[in-house]
């Protein structure tokens, strides 16, 4: 009896192991015969594609996703595609590539992302069509109005600015991990434009709603990512279920905010982006307007979105950017010389300082390529079939920016693995254009904040090292400049010192 059991288990076994491999086939010949004028690419195993050759990247030899990405790129060029999971995905490695194909109209959608979390697929960032459209006109236009990224907001960003410097100061010279210094501060300038709230800087329950804000974002890399892929939401990912539960966390956290406004609503002097928001609402409904994607579902996913991207850019990068200030003495003892030139020790950079200072600009401008905090940027899907440099798109791909690989091309940047912020001066000491950066990706999904985020880096990197020097811990674990994550690129953990400049007789 146990060996007729045994055969037919076997028997079972075989059979599946046949299915599996006959429907691995036929979705590889499937895609060989789609091939047709694809860009070029590698197409990887049956089924499974790219996926085990990333992975091996990984394990062999501790290449991340996009640095794996970036060495097929230099095979095959600045578009190239593969297949992933039974679909087909493009990528784009040249900052003009990505110009070119996002400014088309049959770019502006994103992939279905088949994960139970209300963020997606709503508000602004992840949305599509009509909905994307709206809630990115009203996004734009009420985020205007109440100054951000314009000159008039100017004093807000520098008094959070020197709330975070007394921060630093607290610390007295010992060593110090800068996360959440940075976190806090940039996150109450969002704050304060979307929900008039701001947080203390000792504030460990803020500080945990931060950590998992972080690990969304982490989350949205190693499982949002793929969740377009078809069957793949009948895998058991454990990411996937994290990242629902942790949405929803803050979905609510958002409608507490929301609640709270209401209370004390006054629509024709709204005080922050969700007054507006609450406003425009009112007035859709009471227009009898029904078909508006300005609504109560899609308002904590859109405030979700802003506060999300708002806080993650400019915070990781000046972590980076701190970082490599203490690789850098050199670099940071000229932009101090810069800044001593043109602004003094008796007052704070502004916004009207920046053209005088072109060495702190280029140097910000190479905290961005050399940090590239968002290496692989979000995915576009195609709405219908196109053509781009010759290649067909076809309808409903995935096409996702390499921006790790346009940053650190060879054949754009002498030296890319060098830190040097001349690349972006002149013989004469001006300031280059700087095309070639694409932080904020481009074309018609082009970051909404961008201004404000721009603004916010001058302000706060001119102020931290105006006040302070910032040093490596003696005998601190070198600094990795590797980071982690491909969705958003963070440092690891390191610590620094920070003792006042002009105390010390520097000014």
Same mark, same amino acid.
């Given at each position: 009896?146990?060996?007729?059991?045994?055969?037919?288990?076997?028997?079972?076994?075989?059979?599946?192991?046949?299915?599996?491999?006959?429907?691995?086939?036929?979705?590889?010949?499937?895609?060989?015969?789609?091939?047709?004028?694809?860009?070029?690419?590698?197409?990887?195993?049956?089924?499974?594609?790219?996926?085990?050759?990333?992975?091996?990247?990984?394990?062999?030899?501790?290449?991340?996703?996009?640095?794996?990405?970036?060495?097929?790129?230099?095979?095959?060029?600045?578009?190239?595609?593969?297949?992933?999971?039974?679909?087909?995905? %493009?990528?784009?490695?040249?900052?003009?590539?990505?110009?070119?194909?996002?400014?088309?109209?049959?770019?502006?959608?994103?992939?279905?992302?088949?994960?139970?979390?209300?963020?997606?697929?709503?508000?602004?960032?992840?949305?599509?069509?009509?909905?994307?459209?709206?809630?990115?006109?009203?996004?734009?236009?009420?985020?205007?109005?109440?100054?951000?990224?314009?000159?008039?907001?100017?004093?807000?960003?520098?008094?959070?600015?020197?709330?975070?410097?007394?921060?630093?100061?607290?610390?007295?010279?010992?060593?110090?991990?800068?996360?959440?210094?940075?976190?806090?501060?940039?996150?109450?300038?969002?704050?304060?434009?979307?929900?008039?709230?701001?947080?203390?800087?000792? &504030?460990?329950?803020?500080?945990?709603?931060?950590?998992?804000?972080?690990?969304?974002?982490?989350?949205?890399?190693?499982?949002?990512?793929?969740?377009?892929?078809?069957?793949?939401?009948?895998?058991?990912?454990?990411?996937?279920?994290?990242?629902?539960?942790?949405?929803?966390?803050?979905?609510?956290?958002?409608?507490?905010?929301?609640?709270?406004?209401?209370?004390?609503?006054?629509?024709?002097?709204?005080?922050?982006?969700?007054?507006?928001?609450?406003?425009?609402?009112?007035?859709?409904?009471?227009?009898?307007?029904?078909?508006?994607?300005?609504?109560?579902?899609?308002?904590?996913?859109?405030?979700?979105?802003?506060?999300?991207?708002?806080?993650?850019?400019?915070?990781?990068?000046?972590?980076?950017?701190?970082?490599?200030?203490?690789?850098?003495?050199? %670099?940071?003892?000229?932009?101090?010389?810069?800044?001593?030139?043109? %602004?003094?020790?008796?007052?704070?950079?502004?916004?009207?300082?920046?053209?005088?200072?072109?060495?702190?600009?280029?140097?910000?401008?190479?905290?961005?390529?050399?940090?590239?905090?968002?290496?692989?940027?979000?995915?576009?899907?195609?709405?219908?079939?196109?053509?781009?440099?010759?290649?067909?798109?076809?309808?409903?791909?995935?096409?996702?920016?390499?921006?790790?690989?346009?940053?650190?091309?060879?054949?754009?940047?002498?030296?890319?693995?060098?830190?040097?912020?001349?690349?972006?001066?002149?013989?004469?000491?001006?300031?280059?254009?700087? &095309?070639?950066?694409?932080?904020?990706?481009?074309?018609?999904?082009?970051?909404?904040?961008?201004?404000?985020?721009?603004?916010?880096?001058?302000?706060?990197?001119?102020?931290?090292?105006?006040?302070?020097?910032?040093?490596?811990?003696?005998?601190?674990?070198?600094?990795?400049?590797?980071?982690?994550?491909?969705?958003?690129?963070?440092?690891?953990?390191?610590?620094?010192?920070?003792?006042?400049?002009?105390?010390?007789?520097?000014?």
């Amino acid at each position: 009896m146990e060996s007729t059991i045994e055969y037919v288990y076997e028997q079972m076994l075989n059979r599946n192991v046949v299915v599996l491999i006959a429907v691995s086939l036929a979705v590889t010949y499937g895609l060989w015969n789609r091939r047709g004028n694809l860009p070029p690419g590698p197409w990887g195993l049956p089924y499974f594609g790219l996926v085990p050759y990333l992975l091996l990247m990984d394990w062999l030899y501790g290449l991340q996703r996009h640095e794996a990405l970036a060495r097929v790129a230099g095979r095959y060029g600045k578009v190239f595609s593969f297949t992933a999971f039974g679909r087909v995905v %493009v990528v784009l490695n040249d900052a003009e590539a990505i110009k070119e194909a996002y400014q088309r109209r049959e770019m502006n959608d994103r992939p279905r992302m088949k994960v139970k979390n209300h963020s997606l697929g709503k508000g602004v960032a992840f949305a599509s069509g009509d909905c994307w459209k709206e809630q990115r006109s009203f996004s734009i236009r009420t985020l205007e109005s109440l100054g951000a990224g314009r000159p008039v907001h100017e004093e807000k960003i520098a008094q959070e600015a020197r709330t975070v410097l007394d921060e630093i100061a607290s610390h007295e010279g010992k060593p110090f991990d800068p996360k959440f210094p940075m976190l806090i501060c940039v996150s109450n300038i969002i704050s304060t434009l979307l929900f008039s709230i701001r947080h203390e800087y000792d &504030d460990d329950k803020y500080k945990a709603f931060l950590d998992m804000i972080a690990e969304i974002t982490h989350l949205m890399g190693t499982s949002g990512a793929i969740q377009s892929a078809p069957l793949i939401k009948h895998l058991p990912l454990d990411s996937k279920k994290r990242l629902a539960e942790f949405g929803t966390t803050e979905c609510r956290y958002m409608i507490g905010i929301i609640k709270e406004h209401r209370k004390n609503l006054d629509p024709g002097n709204p005080k922050d982006f969700t007054d507006a928001y609450l406003g425009e609402i009112l007035a859709k409904v009471q227009s009898g307007e029904t078909e508006s994607h300005i609504s109560t579902e899609n308002l904590p996913h859109t405030l979700i979105h802003l506060y999300s991207a708002g806080t993650e850019n400019v915070s990781t990068t000046l972590r980076w950017g701190l970082m490599y200030m203490i690789a850098y003495p050199e %670099v940071q003892a000229r932009v101090q010389e810069e800044l001593d030139r043109v %602004v003094g020790p008796n007052r704070m950079p502004q916004l009207s300082d920046e053209a005088a200072l072109p060495y702190t600009q280029a140097t910000i401008l190479e905290l961005q390529r050399f940090s590239t905090v968002a290496p692989l940027g979000a995915a576009h899907v195609s709405t219908d079939e196109f053509n781009l440099y010759g290649y067909t798109i076809p309808a409903r791909t995935p096409v996702i920016p390499n921006t790790w690989a346009i940053h650190y091309d060879p054949k754009v940047w002498k030296e890319p693995a060098k830190f040097n912020p001349e690349r972006f001066l002149t013989e004469s000491n001006s300031l280059k254009g700087a &095309d070639g950066i694409v932080s904020f990706s481009a074309g018609n999904r082009i970051c909404i904040g961008r201004h404000l985020a721009r603004m916010e880096m001058y302000l706060l990197f001119t102020h931290l090292l105006h006040r302070f020097n910032f040093r490596k811990v003696d005998g601190s674990p070198p600094l990795d400049f590797r980071g982690h994550g491909s969705f958003a690129r963070v440092p690891d953990l390191y610590l620094l010192r920070a003792t006042e400049r002009h105390q010390e007789g520097e000014s």
